[in-house]
Structures are given as C-alpha cells and as structure tokens.
C-alpha cells in the first residue's frame, strides 16, 4: 500500500462513525415518538414524525454516497475496508427503521380517528419499548466496539417473537369477536409487524457489527429462522 | 489511472452482472411458484420453494462480496463503479423478494390448512401477476440498458397500490363479515402486503438501473410517496 497515496481512511471512517451514530440516535427517536402517537392517539405528533422521515433518507443516501467514494479510493486496510462497508450497511437498516416508523405514525393516524381499541394498545407499546431498547443496544455495542453485548442482542431476537405471536393472536382473535373493531385491529396488526421488523433489523445490524469487529460471520447459529407465527395461527 | 494495474473490472463486472440475471431467474420463479402454491393450494410446492430461498441468500452473500472487492481495486472508472454499487444494491432488493416469496410461501400452508377463502384467491394471483410482470420488465429493462423502460416501470407503480388498496378493503369486509375466515383473511393480508412490498422493490430497482445508466438520480416526480392504503381504511 506504500505507492498508494496517503489515506485519508481513518478521518473519513470517523466522520461516516460519527454520522452513523446521529443517524440512529434520530430514528431511535422517530420509533419512540411514533410508540407515544400510538398510545397517546397523538395526531400532531404523527404528523410531524411523517415529514421528519425525509431528513433520515437523505442521511442514508449521502452516508453511502460518502461510503462508496471511500471504499474505492482503494487506501483503506482490511478492517478500515469493513468499517466503510459496515457504515453503508447500518445507514440502509437505520434507514429502513425509520420508514417503518413513519409508517407506524401514519397508522396511528387512522387508530386516532376510530374507536379506541384499549386492551390491545398496552401490548403494543410494550413489544415496541422491547424492541427500541434491542436497536438502542445494539448501537451502544457497534459504538462500543463491543462483540459480546451485538452478540447478545442476537441471540435474544425471539424475545420480540414472542411478544408478537402473542399479539398476533390476540388481534385476530379480537377481529373474530368484534366486527366494529376489524379496521383499527387490522392497522395494529400491522404496526405489531413493522414492531418486528424494526426488531429484525436490530438483529441484522448485530450481525453486521460482528463482521464489522471480527472479519467473521455470525451465522449458523441463530436461536431460529426469521420468525412466523405461523404454527399458532393454524385454527 | 495508468498507474494503477491493468483493471480487471470489465471481465469482473461482466461476471457480475451475468450472476444478478440468474439470481433475479431464481427470484422470478420464486415468486411465481408462491403464488401458483396459494392459487393450488399446494403444499409440496410450498415446501419446495421455502427449501431453496437459503440458495438465494447465498447468491447474495456473494455477490456482496465480489462486488466490495472488486470496488476496492479502484480500477474503475465513474461508470464502472456505479455498475459495481449496482451489482450490490441490485442483489440485496432481489433477496428482499426472495425472502417475501419465502413468507408468501410459508402463509400459503396456513391457507391450506383452512377454509378456502376463494372469492380472494383470485384478485391477490392477479395483483402477483403484476408485481411479477413489474420485476420481469424492471430487470428485462437492465439487461438491456434501457432507460426508457426502467422510467416506464418507475411511473407505474400506482397499478400495485390500487390492486392492493381493493384487496385491503375486501379483506378486511370479509372479516367483519366472517368471523370463522379471520385467520385465512389475516394470512391473505400479509400476502397481498408481500406482493405490494415486492412491487416496491421493483420501483427501487427501477431507480438504482437509472442511476446505473445515467449517472443521475430518479427522485422528485414520482408518481406518489409509498402507498399505504390509510384514507380507504377510515371508517
């Protein structure tokens, strides 16, 4: 690497590190907000977390544009070149956490302007607190440069299943007893399984921060396949 | 660029596009074949096609990988790299639509298990049909470096959205209506939301072939935001 020019490597990977983090700091905030627009039937709230997603978008596209011109100045080391790849990887989940969020905003939206469903609300919130708490942590890891704790954020990814196969059942069974409630049931159905996907990506960014501090894959493994509470929907 | 070593990029990027085209085949009949195992109620199809998704992932591992490496030799130029940056963006949307076709499969067994819910069947094959026509043209449209087509696949993503906003308000009658059909409807929900979600990685390719071919980003006056069925939800 002596003819290549001097790296400009580790100031840029810092930057990219620094833009990272803020990027998740603002979509753990956009999960969290879109939580309370949930339990606190908060349309002006939803409303601002809505436009505020646009900012998240162009966070990503500007942290991969940054990302690519680095990988291809072809000055970085073998673990500077995973910090680059690492980088553009979390910015696309954190950014995909950030569009389920919205989205959970924009339901929330319609769960305002129907009949409360009270009972099933609680669940809800509790299985999203569960779920900002596993993106919160595994983010503190990847700051960390902590394996054992992304590790650990791995490993208990069916935490979340549960919470939400439990869900799943008690939604529809909900929408059996309850006609009136089908449309509110079927949109808190849906924010449950943008809950689990924010919970997916939490396990996916573990993953990557493994790669990132170890060279190595985290696979084999796993406790299980992505989840599916398919067996407990069978009548 | 004379100073670096003779580039190896067309070859590699040839290679490279050649495995996207047979992964994007694989895809394809992924998703046609989830929909022939829901329309058929078959079940060893369905079991058949959940198998072969690991092949998939595989596929995009390394496509991954290659294309990492290769855009680390920094022996590409502009348009080279932005062929290398699509190889990987390409492989990670097609592997989201394996993984959709995996889960419409595995809901497919749920829907065998149950009563037929056989007045939906039908508009959920067609809205499959298109979406499966949207990623064949998208791709068809790559192969053939055609702008004109990726642009024309882009505009037309309303088509899904108004296929999946029926099907949304369809099933959630049927559920008001049927209390016994609310597993089926719920599972049949989750499908049309796959197809919708593989819709939108036909758009995503559609912008990422563009930005390929042109250099410039297709951002501004697309058709709508991302569809979400939310107005035709309120009471």
Redesign the interface.
């Given at each position: 690497m002596s003819s290549t020019p001097a790296s400009a490597g580790p100031d840029e990977l810092r930057r990219l590190a620094g833009d990272i983090n803020r990027m998740a700091g603002l979509v753990e905030a956009q999960v969290a907000g879109a939580l309370e627009a949930v339990a606190r039937r908060d349309v002006a709230r939803a409303r601002e977390l809505i436009e505020k997603d646009a900012a998240i978008d162009a966070m990503q596209a500007e942290i991969e544009r940054r990302a690519?011109a680095l990988?291809?100045?072809?000055t970085?080391g073998d673990g500077e070149?995973r910090r680059a790849?690492s980088a553009l990887k979390l910015a696309?989940n954190l950014e995909r956490c950030g569009?389920l969020a919205r989205?959970i905003a924009?339901?929330s939206?319609?769960l305002s302007?129907?009949e409360p469903v009270l009972a099933l609300v609680p669940p809800v919130d509790r299985m999203g607190r569960l779920v900002l708490a596993r993106l919160t942590e595994v983010m503190d890891a990847h700051i960390a440069r902590d394996v054992g704790r992304a590790v650990a954020v791995w490993r208990r990814d069916e935490e979340v299943d549960d919470h939400y196969e439990a869900l799943?059942r008690d939604i529809?069974a909900l929408?059996?007893?309850d006609?009136?409630a089908?449309?509110a049931a079927?949109?808190l159905?849906?924010i449950a399984?943008n809950l689990e996907r924010i919970g997916d990506h939490a396990t996916n960014i573990a993953e990557i921060a493994h790669y990132e501090m170890t060279g190595e894959a985290l696979a084999g493994d796993r406790p299980k396949p992505?989840p599916?509470p398919?067996e407990l929907?069978?009548?």
């Open positions: 690519v990988i291809a100045t072809r970085l070149l790849v696309m569009d989205n924009k339901r939206l319609v302007a129907n799943f529809l929408m059996a007893q006609p009136g089908v449309t079927a949109h159905l849906f399984k992505p599916d398919l929907a069978r009548p």
